[in-house]
T-cell receptor, first 109, second 116 residues
Framework: GQNIDQPTEMTATEGAIVQINCTYQ??????LFWYQQHAGEAPTFLSY??LDGLEEKGRFSSFLSRSKGYSYLLLKELQMKDSASYLC??????????WGAGTKLIIKP | ETGVTQTPRHLVMGMTNKKSLKCEQH?????MYWYKQSAKKPLELMFV???????ENNSVPSRFSPECPNSSHLFLHLHTLQPEDSALYLC???????????????FGEGSRLTVL
């Protein structure tokens, strides 16, 4: 079967750095997405990785290793507004999105 | 504002009721989706429409009936639901059909459904 694993919940301190990991086992690979979802709001696109390496976008970076079936989302200089759920999703060989259950990130002052 | 609007935001219905969820996208996208989101579970894809034609139906019970009258509007008709159908129903759109583009999705804020 196809599977995406990510931690259920993480806690970090304002101003610090946090890394949210995502491991996947899918039938083929056509890209990995990270989405952010604040409570009661729509998920919003953060990043897309299809090649190995690090993609940096402001305070957020996303890393992919296809050989290891592994990605992480790195959030720097954490702000209270970063408290949200972070969803990892992989496109399989049929371009179907396989979703993780999400990581709830709690930021403390 | 994501460009995808869902109504109603909240809905409470009995098991014998018939109701509909509505989604409208203002982005000029070609594909629209219905997802079910339950607490602590992965998003479950229910239906995909590309250029108003249904391209995917992930073994969804017949008590859920989608309708896509044009590329900007998507409905989910609900009847004789069960309490386990209580969840957040998310609508999304993408520029192209799955496989034709990067696949980035634009989501609405969802309709929170409670079945009594």
């Amino acid at each position: 079967g196809q599977n995406i694993d990510q931690p259920t919940e993480m806690t970090a301190t304002e101003g610090a750095i946090v890394q949210i990991n995502c491991t996947y086992q899918t039938s083929g690979f056509n890209g990995l997405f990270w989405y952010q979802q604040h409570a009661g709001e729509a998920p919003t696109f953060l990043s897309y990785n299809v090649l190995d390496g690090l993609e940096e976008k402001g305070r957020f970076s996303s890393f992919l290793s296809r050989s290891k079936g592994y990605s992480y989302l790195l959030l720097k200089e954490l702000q209270m507004k970063d408290s949200a759920s972070y969803l990892c999703a992989v496109q399989d060989s049929n371009y179907q999105l396989i979703w993780g259950a999400g990581t709830k990130l709690i930021i403390k002052p | 504002e994501t460009g995808v609007t869902q109504t109603p935001r909240h809905l409470v219905m009995g098991m014998t009721n018939k109701k509909s969820l509505k989604c409208e996208q203002h982005l000029g996208h070609n594909a629209m989706y219905w997802y079910k989101q339950s607490a602590k579970k992965p998003l479950e894809l229910m239906f995909v429409y590309s250029l108003e034609e249904r391209v995917e139906n992930n073994s969804v019970p017949s008590r859920f009936s989608p309708e896509c009258p044009n590329s900007s509007h998507l409905f989910l008709h609900l009847h004789t639901l069960q309490p386990e159908d209580s969840a957040l129903y998310l609508c999304a759109s993408s520029q192209e059909a799955p496989g034709d583009g990067t696949g980035e999705l634009f989501f609405g804020e969802g309709s929170r459904l409670t079945v009594l």
